[in-house]
């Protein structure tokens, strides 16, 4: 059975975690059934997930937000579990088949079973798209008392360091969850266009705690597309211009070869001057906004609830698992059946 789950191009813990997550919650799993794909952590039920042929197995997935077009063929999906209320009501499935997310499970694993040494520090975590723009994303954080923690570290390191934390204030959803996974308050934020309601309310009403993130002032977001904009511009600039140089520096026209060199040149330095001017208005603004989202109650689900979430997954595991490695067994397959 193979495993899907996204790959961010500069990586990103929440989703990049699935690597060894679910080799260590069923190690059995890539022994079942082939003719199966399995959906993990993250948002995953989109419409291509619906438009395809292959059979699905939904291991706490949740969907992006949008119904889809194309029919759910339950002959194609089995359905461990969905994410959260608002996945299953989206796709049609019944209630008891929304849980909440698999990072719930993390304690289980026996790296993460030690008790949390709590310290001082005030977590802020970026959405993973938001930590690339051109900010001193340490400098910004100690400026208001907090702590930086990029999203796009290792997945594992990411995780100690949210568990034993004292607070965490998050763009990324998955810094929330796992903070909350671990009794650590948390507060939401929105900074970025990438901030997604639907699934932070989704994941939200599964833990019934109130999803209402401190957003970001539109003169703010309006700075934070600019700067993508132009980002994106210096990019394909850049990559026209090597390969523009190249075809020049091959003919035998050196005052061209010249003239495109110094256009290059102070083309190159006015976006850089604009996106330099622009970080530094949206650093100072942020700056306010996060004094400002710090003065919010930190979020935490109840410890209750959270012990009964992990008893349903690992309930839902157990019937998953008895009925795929039986699967296997009747097949001639190794599926081993390992406690958790």
Request: charged share 25%.
């Amino acid at each position: 059975m193979q495993l899907l789950y996204f790959q961010a191009e500069e990586g990103n813990f929440g989703d990049d975690m699935n690597e060894w997550f679910w080799h260590q919650i069923i190690p059995e799993f890539p022994g079942w059934d082939e003719t199966y794909t399995m959906l993990g952590i993250g948002t995953l039920l989109d419409e291509n997930c619906f438009r395809g042929k292959r059979k699905l197995l939904i291991m706490g997935s949740g969907s992006t937000g949008y119904r889809p077009t194309t029919p759910l063929d339950r002959s194609r999906f089995d359905i461990g579990w969905v994410r959260g209320p608002l996945t299953a009501s989206l796709l049609g499935l019944q209630e008891q088949d929304a849980l909440t997310d698999p990072a719930y499970l993390l304690s289980e694993l026996e790296e993460f079973k030690g008790a949390t040494r709590k310290q001082t520090s005030r977590l802020l975590i970026p959405h993973h798209s938001t930590s690339k723009l051109n900010i001193d994303w340490a400098a910004l954080s100690e400026r208001i008392g907090l702590t930086y923690l990029s999203p796009c570290d290792d997945s594992k390191y990411v995780i100690e360091r949210i568990r034993h934390a004292e607070l965490v204030v998050s763009e990324s959803m998955h810094g929330a969850i796992v903070a909350d996974a671990f009794g650590v308050p948390w507060i939401p934020i929105a900074i970025g266009q990438q901030f997604n309601h639907f699934k932070w309310r989704d994941w939200g009403s599964s833990m019934n705690v109130r999803i209402d993130p401190f957003i970001a002032l539109d003169e703010l977001k309006q700075i934070y597309l600019f700067l993508l904009k132009q980002r994106r511009m210096l990019s394909r600039f850049l990559t026209t211009t090597k390969t523009s140089r190249s075809r020049v520096s091959g003919s035998n026209h050196s005052d061209e070869n010249l003239t495109l060199r110094r256009v290059q040149k102070e083309d190159v330095a006015k976006l850089k001057r604009r996106i330099e001017m622009h970080s530094y208005l949206f650093e100072r603004m942020l700056v306010r906004d996060l004094k400002n989202a710090l003065r919010a109650e930190p979020r935490l689900s109840s410890e209750g609830i959270r012990g009964q979430r992990q008893e349903q997954m690992l309930s839902r595991l157990s019937n998953i698992r008895n009925r795929f490695s039986l699967d296997a067994k009747t097949r001639g397959l190794p599926g081993r059946k390992t406690e958790i």
